[in-house]
């Protein structure tokens, strides 16, 4: 299984992702949130 984390997650690295998610070889994918302006930090995140 493989772990990926990138602090971006761009379109090269989304493309890797749903490559191995296909591939059933990805374990757990991790990126950031940017907040310039005001970010409420109680948000509910929603996972894919």
Do not use: D, K, W, Y
Not at 7 to 21: D, L, M, Y
Not at 23 to 29: G, I, K, S, T, W
Request: glycine residues 2%.
């Amino acid at each position: 299984m493989i772990i990926l984390s990138h602090p971006t997650g761009n379109e090269n690295v989304r493309q890797t992702v749903i490559a191995f998610a296909e591939a059933n070889l990805l374990e757990q994918f991790f990126t950031t949130i940017n907040c310039i302006f005001r970010c409420n930090s109680s948000a509910t995140l929603v996972r894919t």
